[in-house]
């Protein structure tokens, strides 16, 4: 195979596929290093020194052992080459690590740090080497429904409820998404919220996402719904305006004119997506008395041609099979709303490329 590939294509193009198939077999290793640069504190190093830093700098700050700064720069070297830091030297040519825009998502008083290590946790990464297994095994109930249960013989909300650690990381992750969303949304599409006098937060964890509403619109009524053992510790102190409610959205769904649903309905296949939204459809007024719900999640296809988003989107859409979830396109949306119950007048807002608000109407 090799030799016929020699004959058909030039040097440079083989060294260029070559190089993409290798990073393919240790794509694993660059995101291990963003996990190690997070553990270890280096984008707040950097940050905290002004936006620049040098190895030695970094090394100090983040107690890195003397005999291993060489080996701090591999780990340096490739997160700069693969764009989460950049370089520059200063007066004595000394090399100058910086944050580059990617970077600066990880720093700062609200920001994604702490998905890392969720998304990189071992139980998540570890449902992934049964793949294979799970494409041959017979579909639930007679099998394991999801890549998560085919490894650990339970969900991933069942392993959460039993496991403390793993919760922690898991509510972390989610509460600092929803939180520099909702920012953004407020910031850019805030207009969803104003003439609402209450709303619901459905699945809203901690209520991270929500104290940012609540701040923001003092006189709307917010409540965050979560499961008992979520909402356990009542986190919502400082906010007149926001209280929590435990409860089961397949069930019941507290009245409020909204309910938001912020990346929710990407966690379940169709069938429940559309329970899901019956509940919402119950607890809200009708459209001409401004009922509404407030879908915040992506919407696949709406970046055309770009092929950074369009592979962002397939890994996402690839990785929510580890719990039977799936990223969508606008038709499968629009059948799910159908289903549901809802008016076929809807809007789709993009606020960061395939991330997006969606507006639908009893």
Not at 205 to 220: E, L, N, Q
Not at 243 to 263: E, H, Y
């Amino acid at each position: 195979m090799t030799l016929k590939l020699l004959a058909e294509v030039s040097p440079q193009e083989l060294l260029v596929c070559l190089a993409e198939l290798h990073n393919h077999f240790l794509g694993y290793v660059k995101s291990m290093s963003l996990k190690c640069a997070v553990d270890l504190g280096i984008p707040e190093a950097i940050h905290r020194r002004g936006g620049t830093a040098t190895l030695a700098d970094i090394a100090t700050d983040t107690k890195v052992h003397p005999a291993k700064v060489a080996d701090l720069q591999r780990v340096m070297e490739l997160l700069t080459a693969s764009g989460i830091f950049s370089t520059s030297t200063d007066g004595e040519d000394d090399v100058l690590y910086g944050l580059t825009t990617t970077c600066r998502f990880l720093v700062g008083w609200h920001n994604l740090s702490p998905m890392v290590p969720f998304l990189l946790n071992p139980l998540v990464v570890t449902s992934f080497f049964s793949m294979p297994d799970w494409f041959r095994s017979e579909p639930a109930p007679a099998g394991a429904g999801s890549l998560f249960e085919l490894a650990h013989g339970c969900s991933q909300w069942e392993r959460a409820s039993k496991d403390a650690e793993f919760s922690g990381v898991l509510n972390g992750s989610m509460a600092a998404d929803s939180q520099v969303f909702l920012e953004v949304i407020i910031m850019d599409k805030g207009r969803i919220f104003r003439g609402l006098s209450s709303l619901v937060d459905v699945g809203g964890g901690k209520g991270a996402g929500t104290k940012a509403i609540a701040s923001a619109f003092p006189r709307i009524k917010c409540t965050v719904m979560d499961l008992p053992h979520v909402i356990a510790d009542g986190a919502g102190a400082g906010h007149e305006n926001l209280q929590f409610v435990a409860g089961d959205m397949f069930q019941s769904i507290p009245s409020a004119d909204a309910v938001v649903l912020k990346n929710i309905l990407h966690d379940w296949g169709h069938d429940d997506c559309v329970k899901i939204l019956q509940r919402c459809k119950e607890a809200i007024p009708a459209r001409n008395a401004g009922g509404k719900v407030i879908i915040i999640d992506m919407v696949r296809g709406l970046a055309h041609d770009e092929k950074n988003i369009t592979e962002m989107e397939a890994i996402q859409n690839l990785f929510m099979m580890y719990i039977n979830g799936v990223e969508r396109n606008e038709s499968e949306w629009k059948a799910i709303f159908s289903d549901a119950g809802f008016s076929g007048d809807y809007k789709i807002m993009p606020v960061l490329g395939p991330y997006s608000v969606i507006e639908i109407y009893p």
